[in-house]
């Protein structure tokens, strides 16, 4: 199985900003299928909030739009979400995930991002 390790959560300020990274095993992996990142809070639905595809079209829900970019660095292997303007519904643990027909399919452990 290729490794989906996210990274770069913490606790910050309403309005701050943090940048997330998950680092995919193989440019391969990551330039062919659909990626993207959702998150989970205590009794809450999972919400995804972007994803990226292999032809970088990208996607974002409506609760984070124009707050949140996702982009691929294929020199590193990563996708990363860019988050500001952050709220304090933000609050969630973080997935970085294969996606396919509305389902996920996380293989990390999560970042957690904690706005106060």
């Known amino acids: 199985h290729v490794q989906l390790v996210e990274s770069g959560g913490g606790s910050v300020q309403t309005g701050g900003s943090l940048k997330l990274s998950c680092a995919v095993g193989?440019?391969?992996?990551?330039?062919?299928?659909?990626l993207g990142w959702f998150r989970q809070s205590p009794g809450k639905e999972r919400e995804g909030v972007a994803l990226?595809?292999?032809?970088?079209?990208?996607q974002y829900s409506d609760s984070v739009k124009g707050r949140f970019t996702i982009s691929r660095d294929n020199a590193k292997n990563t996708l990363n979400p860019q988050l500001n303007s952050l709220k304090t519904e933000d609050t969630a643990m973080y997935y970085c995930?294969?996606?396919?027909?509305?389902?996920?399919?996380?293989r990390g452990q999560g970042t957690q991002v904690t706005v106060s």
């Open positions: 995930a294969k996606t396919s027909g509305g389902s996920w399919y996380p």
């Open positions: 193989t440019l391969t992996y990551i330039n062919a299928r659909c």
């Open positions: 990226i595809d292999g032809h970088d079209d990208v």
